[in-house]
């Protein structure tokens, strides 16, 4: 059985920043690729980031671009995604995902519960 525990959501003001980390344990491929979605209330889940399983790799959506980071500790299977500049419009749940490189959903795709993250203005 395969786990994808999300932490580090919350509540903050914009401009503030905030770390997620999702812990992957059991059974799942080792070599897939790990990243994050989100999904907010009557909006699409919408793609955050993406990094291979050597960390060599990663990728972004264009609307955090240049503010997110995402990192990964292979030996501790848990990746890392740090939000700096946070906006209102990055209010969602963030959602942790596991699937071969470039992570595009699918139905093999292994999926966290998630994590709220919450931005005031």
């Known amino acids: 059985q395969v786990q994808l525990v999300e932490s580090g959501g919350g509540l903050v003001q914009a401009g503030d920043s905030l770390r997620l980390s999702c812990k992957a344990s059991?059974?799942?491929?080792?070599?897939?690729?790990l990243g994050w979605f989100r999904q907010s209330p009557g909006r699409e889940r919408e793609f955050v980031a993406a990094?291979?399983?050597?960390?060599?790799?990663?990728y972004y959506g264009d609307s955090v671009e240049g503010r997110f980071t995402i990192s990964r500790d292979s030996a501790a299977n848990t990746v890392y995604l740090q939000m700096n500049s946070l906006k209102p419009d990055d209010t969602a749940i963030y959602l942790c995902?596991?699937?071969?490189?470039?992570?595009?959903?699918?139905?093999?795709?292994?999926w966290g519960r998630g994590t709220q993250v919450t931005v005031s203005s």
């Open positions: 059991g059974r799942y491929p080792h070599t897939y690729a």
């Open positions: 990094i291979s399983w050597r960390g060599t790799n990663s």
């Open positions: 995902a596991a699937a071969p490189w470039p992570l595009r959903p699918t139905p093999s795709t292994y």
